[in-house]
């Protein structure tokens, strides 16, 4: 059944949750989330990303910053000293990093709903991480995995966290029973409209996306027209050959003729193994997905884990920058909304060469 609070409830919970921020990852004072705006802020993606002397690996490392922190950005340098592939580098405090595991974040609390449809809210988080909990009454509350900014959820429920304000009770797609809680203020609630269809009039199949390896580049056709054009990572190609290694599971982005045949909003990846340990495998609400070899989970998908577009990084999958998987989820067919979790259909044309 659908899930409303009562207004004593909701004011209650609501209003002590944007004023009350003892869980938050970063701030204890909501106002300095107005600060917070003001600042280019990287969230470190890797278990550590090193500080040099200079914008070269070759320099003195000065000091060493660790999975989920985060730094400042000054400004950024493209470094003659490379490396090739991605001689983009940061400006911070005492030094440079290099910027492929430095993720761009921000800070914005968001109201608290008050109700919550039977199908579920899709929402995204827009902090830079959200620690979520479970909660077992032989146990009490735990720490659970972090989710963070960017990734989306679907919410079920509202209600009071361990530090007595509104949280949201969040079911993970890969396993209903995959049960976990985070702070409201943390997710904003994605509007049916933000998912409208892009050129909706368009022949559907006029549009094709262009996958090139070579080039680590994606292109999307109206006909003959391009309306966008993206460095993106796909998958890596590793050491091992596989017909050596029967067992091994291939990383590289299946080439060929494909279609989009499955869109989800937010897919569980990974082991599949939630835990409490922010260097496991787990990938919760990967964002934007629109599966072209669906048998093996092949997707074009935003990415909150890495900047490193240009070169490869999946595990086959085509990731991309979030902004740009939300505008290519819109664009491509089946057309899907706010409220379907998995839409299934034969879609928009896909090449990988």
């Given at each position: 059944m659908n899930r409303r609070i009562s207004r004593r409830d909701f004011l209650k919970l609501g209003l002590a949750s944007l004023g009350a921020i003892a869980f938050s990852p970063i701030l204890q004072d909501p106002e300095q989330a107005e600060e917070f705006d003001g600042l280019k802020v990287a969230r470190v993606a890797t278990r550590s990303v090193s500080v040099y002397s200079e914008p070269s690996d070759k320099s003195t490392i000065i000091r060493q910053h660790f999975r989920d922190e985060l730094v400042n950005i000054y400004y950024d340098v493209i470094s003659e000293h490379g490396p090739k592939y991605n001689p983009l580098w940061h400006r911070v405090w005492g030094g440079y990093m290099h910027s492929p595991h430095l993720v761009p974040v921000n800070y914005k609390l968001n109201p608290v709903l008050s109700y919550i449809a039977k199908s579920g809210q899709l929402a995204e988080v827009t902090v830079p991480f959200s620690q979520s909990m479970t909660y077992k009454k032989d146990q009490g509350w735990q720490n659970l995995y972090r989710l963070y900014y960017e990734s989306v959820h679907w919410i079920r429920d509202i209600v009071e966290g361990p530090d007595g304000t509104a949280w949201y009770k969040i079911e993970d797609e890969l396993d209903g029973r995959?049960?976990?809680?985070?702070p409201a203020s943390?997710?904003?609630?994605i509007l049916p409209e933000e998912l409208e269809p892009i050129s909706p009039d368009i022949d559907p199949w006029s549009k094709l996306i262009e996958v090139s390896i070579y080039h680590q580049t994606l292109t999307a056709?109206?006909?003959?027209?391009?309306?966008l054009k993206t460095k993106v990572s796909t998958g890596l190609i590793q050491a091992v050959e596989y017909e050596d290694f029967p067992d091994a599971i291939s990383t590289k982005t299946p080439t060929g003729k494909h279609n989009v045949e499955v869109k989800m909003p937010s897919k569980h990846m990974g082991d599949g193994r939630l835990t409490a340990d922010i260097n496991a495998y787990e990938l919760p609400g990967v964002p934007w997905c629109c599966f072209f070899v669906p048998s093996i989970g092949v997707a074009f998908h935003g990415t909150y884990w890495h900047t490193n577009f240009g070169n490869p990084m999946s595990h086959g999958c085509v990731n991309m920058r979030t902004e740009e998987a939300k505008w290519l989820y819109r664009w491509t067919t089946p057309v899907a909304g706010t409220e379907i979790w998995e839409k299934r259909g034969y879609g928009t044309r896909v090449v990988v060469k």
């Amino acid at each position: 059944m659908n899930r409303r609070i009562s207004r004593r409830d909701f004011l209650k919970l609501g209003l002590a949750s944007l004023g009350a921020i003892a869980f938050s990852p970063i701030l204890q004072d909501p106002e300095q989330a107005e600060e917070f705006d003001g600042l280019k802020v990287a969230r470190v993606a890797t278990r550590s990303v090193s500080v040099y002397s200079e914008p070269s690996d070759k320099s003195t490392i000065i000091r060493q910053h660790f999975r989920d922190e985060l730094v400042n950005i000054y400004y950024d340098v493209i470094s003659e000293h490379g490396p090739k592939y991605n001689p983009l580098w940061h400006r911070v405090w005492g030094g440079y990093m290099h910027s492929p595991h430095l993720v761009p974040v921000n800070y914005k609390l968001n109201p608290v709903l008050s109700y919550i449809a039977k199908s579920g809210q899709l929402a995204e988080v827009t902090v830079p991480f959200s620690q979520s909990m479970t909660y077992k009454k032989d146990q009490g509350w735990q720490n659970l995995y972090r989710l963070y900014y960017e990734s989306v959820h679907w919410i079920r429920d509202i209600v009071e966290g361990p530090d007595g304000t509104a949280w949201y009770k969040i079911e993970d797609e890969l396993d209903g029973r995959n049960i976990y809680y985070v702070p409201a203020s943390h997710l904003r609630p994605i509007l049916p409209e933000e998912l409208e269809p892009i050129s909706p009039d368009i022949d559907p199949w006029s549009k094709l996306i262009e996958v090139s390896i070579y080039h680590q580049t994606l292109t999307a056709y109206e006909g003959d027209k391009v309306v966008l054009k993206t460095k993106v990572s796909t998958g890596l190609i590793q050491a091992v050959e596989y017909e050596d290694f029967p067992d091994a599971i291939s990383t590289k982005t299946p080439t060929g003729k494909h279609n989009v045949e499955v869109k989800m909003p937010s897919k569980h990846m990974g082991d599949g193994r939630l835990t409490a340990d922010i260097n496991a495998y787990e990938l919760p609400g990967v964002p934007w997905c629109c599966f072209f070899v669906p048998s093996i989970g092949v997707a074009f998908h935003g990415t909150y884990w890495h900047t490193n577009f240009g070169n490869p990084m999946s595990h086959g999958c085509v990731n991309m920058r979030t902004e740009e998987a939300k505008w290519l989820y819109r664009w491509t067919t089946p057309v899907a909304g706010t409220e379907i979790w998995e839409k299934r259909g034969y879609g928009t044309r896909v090449v990988v060469k």
